[in-house]
Every structure is written in structure tokens, then in C-alpha cells.
């Protein structure tokens, strides 16, 4: 009998191994999947923090442009007073004044318009060269 209890006890260990070595490879791929879910959890959250960060930049230089551009209304504004200003200021007397003296300009009043009448109306003639 000792020898059938031993062939038993083997088989039944045969038995207790091959259990194990089944079990081995679902509870490697169940850690192997733990794993890989852990890691794409962790990717995902780095991609979340990453993209947050973006969007604190991109919401500063949003801020940034709105600023720019209230500065450059105030500056168009200031620029289009400064040209009116400075129209303003020039002397249209004594810029005629400068024009009559200085470079011998005159008015449309003192020009003399000269009609001038023909009676034969001007003609171009062509006139054949030989060359």
C-alpha cells in the first residue's frame, strides 16, 4: 500500500503543480495588466498636468495681448490728438506769406487765364521717311 499512498501522494502533487503553474500565468498577466493600467493612468495624468500648464500660458498671453491693445488704442488715440494739434498749430497766413515772398508763388486770384482761339484746327501730318 505505501506504494500506491506514495504514487498518490505524487500524482497529487503533480496535480498541486500543474495548478500552480496555471495559476502563475493568470496572476502574471493580471500583474502585467495592473501594471499597464497604473502606467497609463499615470501617462494620462502627466498629459492633464501638461495641458493645464498650457492653458495657464496660453490664458497669460492672452492677458498679455488684451493689455497690448488697450495700450495701442491709447497710443492711436494720443497720436490722432498730437496730428490735430499740430495742424493746429501751423499758420496758414504766414504759410502764404513764406510761399509769395520766398519762393514766388501767387494766388489763383492773380492768375490770368489766356485763351488762346484758332481758327484752323491743328493737324499732325505723317510724313513717310525712307531709312
Same mark, same amino acid.
Given at each position: 500500500?505505501?506504494?500506491?499512498?506514495?504514487?498518490?501522494?505524487?500524482?497529487?502533487?503533480?496535480?498541486?503543480?500543474?495548478?500552480?503553474?496555471?495559476?502563475?500565468?493568470?496572476?502574471?498577466?493580471? !500583474?502585467?495588466?495592473?501594471?499597464?493600467?497604473?502606467a +497609463?493612468?499615470?501617462?494620462?495624468?502627466?498629459?492633464?498636468? =501638461? /495641458?493645464? %500648464? *498650457?492653458?495657464?500660458?496660453?490664458?497669460?498671453?492672452?492677458?498679455?495681448?488684451?493689455?497690448?491693445?488697450?495700450?495701442?488704442?491709447?497710443?492711436?488715440?494720443?497720436?490722432r490728438?498730437? !496730428?490735430?494739434?499740430?495742424?493746429?498749430?501751423?499758420? +496758414?497766413?504766414?504759410?502764404?506769406?513764406?510761399?509769395?515772398? =520766398? /519762393?514766388? %508763388? *501767387?494766388?489763383?486770384?492773380?492768375?490770368?487765364?489766356?485763351?488762346?482761339?484758332?481758327?484752323?484746327?491743328?493737324?499732325?501730318?505723317?510724313?513717310?521717311?525712307?531709312?
Open positions: 500500500m505505501k506504494t500506491t499512498d506514495a504514487a498518490y501522494e505524487y500524482s497529487r502533487k503533480n496535480k498541486a503543480e500543474r495548478e500552480k503553474r496555471r495559476a502563475s500565468p493568470k496572476k502574471t498577466r493580471k !500583474a502585467f495588466t495592473v501594471a499597464l493600467l497604473l +497609463l493612468a499615470l501617462a494620462a495624468a502627466a498629459l492633464s498636468v =501638461e /495641458l493645464l %500648464m *498650457c492653458r495657464v500660458a496660453l490664458t497669460e498671453q492672452n492677458d498679455l495681448n488684451v493689455k497690448l491693445g488697450a495700450e495701442l488704442d491709447e497710443l492711436n488715440e494720443e497720436n490728438h498730437l !496730428a490735430i494739434e499740430y495742424e493746429q498749430m501751423i499758420d +496758414l497766413g504766414e504759410l502764404e506769406e513764406y510761399a509769395k515772398n =520766398e /519762393l514766388g %508763388m *501767387c494766388t489763383t486770384a492773380q492768375k490770368q487765364t489766356e485763351i488762346i482761339k484758332t481758327d484752323t484746327q491743328d493737324k499732325a501730318q505723317i510724313v513717310k521717311q525712307d531709312g
